[in-house]
């Protein structure tokens, strides 16, 4: 018969990979951010960290969009690129001409989430989504069971040829996503040591109290780096070194009673290479 510590310990240990399993951070994957041009290079789509790190299920219907903002500044549709379900990759980047492109990615907001009470809350702790967590306290609801839709925004730096080649605006400009992490610099044009300062959009206006991760993706069980937004919603990391990196955020907003769930959570991270 087990008794109850068993069965406590249990509890934990079911939450414990739970939270690991659910982990939403999503992102591009490239072989290489930085290509030569004409190459065709494969890319996977991701999710996850540390042991639960995983190719993305994310069937093609979803992606709303998959597009690339050229260094003139033109959006140029990549979904043609796509093959999800390939044996080993779910697509390819190809560009001709040199300089950096950002490489979009978006999904509906369709996928739903259904948790248990302690292990909601502490998926809106771990992340930070403070909205969440007021709402279920002001309602009366940090017992009940929570529910969620989601959608995902990913952007990737991509450096085709030289470095110096071509603009660096659409890097530091917002491009309209929901929720958006914005580079103020081109990490392809600063230094090192220096820093790496970005501010958050939510609807288009700064986000407060966001909690913004940089993780080492070769090394990635847990983020080098967690900051909160400031009033403005800027925060700034130490400048990373070699290798490729992750910032990635999420924010919920609460939904009407009438709803099938309780919050409409966002998903965005934004990948480069040093």
């Not at 951010?33 to 042991?51: K, S």
């Not at 080993?88 to 490489?103: A, H, I, M, S």
Request: hydrophobic share 35%; aromatic share 8%.
């Amino acid at each position: 018969m087990i008794g109850w510590r068993d069965r406590l310990a249990w509890a934990v240990l079911s939450l414990v990979c739970t939270v690991g399993a659910e982990a939403h951070d999503f992102w591009l994957q490239p072989d290489s951010y930085r290509i030569e041009p004409d190459v065709a290079v494969p890319l996977t789509l991701q999710v996850g960290h540390g042991p639960f790190r995983q190719r993305s299920p994310l069937p093609v219907r979803r992606i709303t969009r998959f597009a690339a903002i050229t260094p003139q500044g033109s959006a140029v549709d990549l979904r043609g690129n796509l093959h999800l379900g390939h044996p080993t990759e779910d697509g390819e980047l190809q560009f001709r001409e040199p300089g950096t492109y950002v490489v979009v990615l978006e999904t509906d907001n369709r996928a739903q989430s259904h948790q248990p009470a302690i292990r909601f809350n502490d998926y809106l702790h771990a992340e930070g989504l403070t909205a969440a967590l007021e709402q279920r306290e002001r309602t009366h609801r940090t017992d009940a069971d929570g529910s969620e839709n989601y959608s995902r925004r990913t952007k990737a730096l991509v450096q085709v040829g030289s470095q110096r080649a071509g603009s660096q605006a659409q890097v530091t400009r917002p491009m309209g996503l929901p929720l958006e992490i914005v580079p103020d610099v081109s990490p392809y044009t600063v230094p090192t040591p220096a820093a790496l300062p970005v501010h958050i959009l939510f609807e288009g206006q700064p986000l407060a109290g966001a909690l913004v991760k940089l993780t080492n993706l070769e090394h990635d069980a847990e983020p080098v780096e967690t900051h909160l937004t400031d009033q403005y919603g800027r925060t700034s990391f130490a400048m990373p070194d070699r290798g490729t990196w992750l910032v990635n955020v999420i924010w919920s907003k609460p939904l009407s009673s009438t709803r099938e769930t309780d919050f409409e959570t966002f998903f965005s991270s934004l990948s480069f290479a040093r």
